[in-house]
């Protein structure tokens, strides 16, 4: 069985959050998805809309998810890829090269984002319609 890892805050989620995950799926057997906790977010200086609790819910929710950790430091990736025997780390190319460290314990993809949707896009355009009304 391949198994694939990949992390992030997913507030808002969107199809671009579905797409990555989806195709990160489609990359292996099981999909396992850290996510950042809203301590660990506060320490990142960044505030999610939804808990971590139910940013959870929501992805153990979609079929090409099949297990959700919580992401409490940065320094947890090499220890989740050992604990739990992953064979691919796949990130949003965003983050291409970040994550290089991680080929002596398995392989690092970078995938392609969805062009035109972002949560930060979301909460900016939410912003301007706001001060539009």
């Given at each position: 069985?391949?198994?694939?890892?990949?992390?992030?805050?997913?507030?808002?989620?969107?199809?671009g959050h579905v797409n990555?995950?989806?195709?990160?799926?489609?990359?292996?057997?099981?999909?396992?998805?850290?996510?950042?906790?809203?301590?660990?977010?506060?320490?990142?200086?960044?505030?999610?809309?939804?808990?971590?609790?139910d940013r959870k819910l929501i992805l153990e929710a979609l079929s090409c998810v099949d297990e959700v950790i919580p992401e409490t430091h940065w320094e947890q990736k090499v220890i989740d890829v050992k604990e739990h025997d992953i064979d691919l780390f796949?990130?949003?190319?965003?983050?291409?090269?970040?994550?290089d460290f991680l080929q002596e314990y398995c392989e690092v993809v970078y995938l392609s984002r969805t062009a035109g949707v972002s949560t930060t896009k979301i909460k900016e355009d939410l912003k301007v319609h706001q001060l539009i009304s």
């Amino acid at each position: 069985m391949k198994k694939v890892l990949t992390y992030g805050t997913f507030d808002l989620l969107h199809k671009g959050h579905v797409n990555l995950l989806q195709r990160a799926r489609e990359l292996g057997d099981y999909l396992i998805v850290a996510v950042s906790t809203d301590t660990f977010n506060a320490l990142k200086g960044k505030a999610s809309y939804t808990s971590w609790e139910d940013r959870k819910l929501i992805l153990e929710a979609l079929s090409c998810v099949d297990e959700v950790i919580p992401e409490t430091h940065w320094e947890q990736k090499v220890i989740d890829v050992k604990e739990h025997d992953i064979d691919l780390f796949v990130m949003g190319d965003d983050w291409s090269g970040e994550f290089d460290f991680l080929q002596e314990y398995c392989e690092v993809v970078y995938l392609s984002r969805t062009a035109g949707v972002s949560t930060t896009k979301i909460k900016e355009d939410l912003k301007v319609h706001q001060l539009i009304s």
